[in-house]
């Protein structure tokens, strides 16, 4: 992964960001993933078309359980647009309002099987209509 170029920000686009904790909480995402409210800090992103994707936002991690690939301070930048694949790694909030990052390791029609980036936690498999919605992780600050 390129490291974050701390020093030329002229090229870079301010994107909304909250607490990971937060993304579980009534009123700061919409059902279909995307952020709302006033209530978000900014964070600035890499060189990027935000005409290709509008909806992109940033999730910063709050505590210790998707260590020891993301720490607490490190920001996901998502995407609720982006189509997900075998092998990507992907910031899903089930319909019970749990909200977790983890990797796909297959997908089909009815369900989704996700591994956990932490090996304290189980993989999953959770049926497609218990996902409110999945958000593409495209870029961490760590």
Do not use: C
Not at 45 to 57: L, S, T
Request: zero cysteines.
């Amino acid at each position: 992964m390129e490291e974050f170029d701390r020093q030329d920000i002229s090229n870079k686009i301010s994107i909304p960001v909250i607490g990971f904790a937060q993304a579980g909480a009534k009123g700061f995402i919409e059902e279909e993933g995307y952020p709302k409210g006033e209530s978000w800090n900014e964070v600035n992103f890499p060189e990027f078309d935000v005409n290709e994707d509008e909806d992109i936002y940033a999730l910063q991690i709050n505590g210790d359980s998707m260590e020891p690939l993301y720490r607490k301070g490190d920001v996901l930048v998502v995407s609720p647009r982006a189509k997900t694949r075998v092998g990507d790694r992907v910031v899903i909030k089930t319909t019970d309002g749990e909200v977790m990052a983890k990797e796909i390791t297959k997908q089909n029609t009815t369900r989704v099987e996700i591994k956990s980036l932490n090996p304290d936690h189980e993989n999953r498999k959770i049926p497609k209509s218990d996902i409110a919605w999945i958000a593409r992780i495209l870029w961490v600050s760590q």
